[in-house]
């Protein structure tokens, strides 16, 4: 059965730094979505992506994120300068309907 | 806008036992409604989904939720929990007639099954 893929699995970085999360949504599906879970809390949406552009996002998606669909296959979410509030779980889905298959999440842990 | 609330962060149940896990909701239209199981450092994994038709849905590993529109709610039910089924369990919605697609999350509910 298809999964949505990430790399990496767990990210540690310095504050300040840049980081480059990585997904592979299942092939088929033309919408992709990034959320984060800070440790304990709920999961919270960050950006949509349709037809290679941001259809959706959250008050927290400022100008520190960005997103891309570099090629066919692979859909990134860019943190241009960490700070320490980004660490989290970082998990991204896509779905061609209704229903969001989400990846096994990248833990992002800024230092 | 749109919101979730799981009432209750720990619920815990004896193996055998009929389980329910609890979620109300709020849109301002007519919902989609979804349940999603976290297992400890995986990610979210679906359980079942209230689109339309059918209040009571039925879904992976025998679980299954109402929907209960006067009561805004979707609770999530299962009739002889398994240890197995100790996980963290989120309940989502999204507006059915809203453009936007993104779902919004309860706070989930850590499920314990004792043995």
């Known amino acids: 059965e298809p999964e949505v893929t990430q790399t990496p699995s767990h990210q540690v970085t310095q504050m300040g730094q840049e980081v480059i999360l990585r997904c592979v949504p299942i092939s088929n599906h033309l919408y992709f979505y990034w959320y984060r879970q800070i440790l304990g809390q709920k999961v919270e949406f960050l950006v949509s992506?349709?037809?290679?552009?941001?259809?959706?996002k959250s008050e927290i998606f400022d100008d520190q994120f960005s997103v891309e669909r570099p090629d066919g296959s692979n859909f990134t979410l860019k943190i241009r300068s960490t700070k320490l509030e980004d660490s989290a779980m970082y998990f991204c889905?896509?779905?061609?309907?209704?229903?969001?298959?989400f990846g096994p999440g990248t833990r992002l842990t800024v230092l | 806008a749109q919101s979730v609330a799981q009432p209750e962060d720990q619920v815990n149940v004896a193996e055998g036992n009929p389980l329910t896990v609890k979620c109300t909701y709020s849109?301002?239209?007519?919902?989609?409604l979804f349940w999603y199981v976290q297992y400890p450092n995986r990610g979210l994994q679906f359980l079942l989904k209230?689109?339309?038709?059918?209040?009571l849905v039925k879904g992976s590993y025998g679980f299954e939720a109402e929907f209960n529109k006067s009561q805004t709610s979707f609770h999530l039910k299962k009739p002889s929990a398994l240890v197995s089924d100790s996980a963290l369990y989120f309940c989502?919605?999204?507006?059915?007639?809203?453009?936007?697609?993104?779902?919004?999350f309860g706070s989930g509910t850590q499920l314990t099954v004792l043995p």
């Open positions: 992506f349709y037809n290679n552009e941001i259809s959706e």
């Open positions: 849109v301002s239209g007519n919902p989609y």
């Open positions: 209230y689109i339309t038709g059918d209040n």
């Open positions: 889905a896509s779905n061609p309907a209704d229903t969001q298959y």
């Open positions: 989502a919605v999204r507006d059915r007639g809203g453009s936007a697609r993104q779902l919004t």
